[in-house]
């Protein structure tokens, strides 16, 4: 059974950092696109930010470069997004999701959500 698993959300004032964890189980990992979405009340759920499957690429929605950076480790089944700078706009749940790296198959997963609110 596949879990995706995300972690460190919460409450943050403005300016402020978090880093988000999504521990993956029950897949290959490293077969995987790693991707974060996220979706704030009464708005479509959005792209992030993505990680290629050896981590060699990697890409941002405009609003959050050179704040945001998404990273992974292969060996350990587990991707992160690290947050800084945050803004209230930034507010949230924010989702894992995993899509295998062949386009042939398509083989897609969803976290539960994490999370993330930033106000003073």
């Known amino acids: 059974q596949v879990q995706l698993v995300e972690s460190g959300g919460g409450l943050v004032q403005p300016g402020g950092s978090l880093r988000l964890s999504c521990a993956a189980s029950g897949l290959t990992f490293s077969s995987y696109n790693m991707f974060w979405f996220r979706q704030a009340p009464g708005r479509e759920r959005t792209m992030v930010a993505s990680?290629?499957?050896?981590?060699?690429?990697?890409s941002y929605t405009d609003s959050v470069k050179d704040r945001f950076t998404i990273s992974r480790d292969n060996s350990q089944n587990i991707m992160w997004l690290q947050m800084n700078s945050l803004k209230p706009e930034d507010t949230a749940v924010y989702y894992c999701?995993?899509?295998?790296?062949?386009?042939?198959?398509?083989?897609?997963?969803w976290g539960q959500g994490t999370q993330v609110t930033v106000s003073s």
């Open positions: 990680i290629t499957s050896n981590g060699g690429s990697t």
């Open positions: 999701h995993a899509s295998f790296a062949d386009p042939a198959l398509y083989d897609t997963y």
